[in-house]
């Protein structure tokens, strides 16, 4: 492919930015490295927030991911309205073996609730269900309330698991994205907005602007 090609290729990617939040040591950083290596390393060092930028694959398409890891001091140090405005999406994890992990949570949840951004809750450390003190069904209502995805997943052990977490969400992502400019685009062409919709059907979607 020469130069030309490829950068046209370049900017036509889909860029989509997910923050990853959660209480400390829920499994952030083991996510999002399980999902851009596949590795599982088991220590992560760090104390701030790091971003990660990886093309991936998604139906086919390839994306820009990019992933803020979040690294919150404490049980009181939520995510502030910079880092929520900043995504697209939100990975929302908690450890199912820690209850105050869950509270923090849905402590996020009441915090973003106002806002029309994409969700997906996470449970990770399913591998110790020996600890467990947050069942599934509760992840589950919690997602409910969100009316977002919910996995019990293990960083430590999955790898395909993880991947379907950031690929559903990416395309709940990119399909809200889509929904929006639809809408820009009929209120854009107001009274003619029906011959629009007829238009888009008969293209089966392909009619919609895309990244
Ligand atoms: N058993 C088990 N341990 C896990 C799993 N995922 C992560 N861990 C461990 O949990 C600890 C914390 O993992 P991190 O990925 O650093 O958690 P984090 O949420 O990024 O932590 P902070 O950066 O402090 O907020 C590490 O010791 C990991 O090895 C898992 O699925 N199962």
């Not at 994409?118 to 309330?145: F, Q, T």
């Amino acid at each position: 492919m020469n130069a030309k090609v490829m950068k046209r290729k370049k900017s036509s990617l889909s860029e989509v930015k997910v923050a990853v939040l959660g209480a400390p040591g829920v499994g952030k950083t083991a996510l999002s490295v399980r999902y851009l290596t596949r590795r599982y390393i088991g220590e992560y060092d760090h104390n701030s927030e790091t971003r990660y930028k990886h093309e991936v694959l998604v139906d086919n398409d390839p994306i820009l991911y990019e992933i803020l890891d979040t690294c919150p001091k404490d049980y009181n140090d939520l995510p502030g309205n910079d880092t929520i405005h900043w995504a697209d999406g939100l990975l929302l994890v908690y450890s199912i073996c820690d209850r105050n992990s869950f509270s923090f949570l849905k402590k996020v949840g009441a915090l973003i609730s106002d806002n029309d951004i994409p969700i997906y809750i996470v449970a990770n450390k399913n591998d110790m269900s020996h600890l467990r003190e947050v069942n599934a069904e509760e992840g589950a209502i919690l997602a409910r309330s969100l009316e977002c995805g919910f996995a019990e997943v293990a960083a430590a052990e999955q790898v395909a698991p993880v991947a379907v977490v950031f690929q559903e969400l990416c395309r709940t992502v990119l399909a809200s994205r889509r929904k929006s400019k639809h809408s820009l685009l009929e209120r854009m062409l107001g009274g003619r907005s029906s011959n629009l919709r007829l238009y888009v059907r008969g293209k089966s979607d392909s009619a919609l602007p895309k990244d």
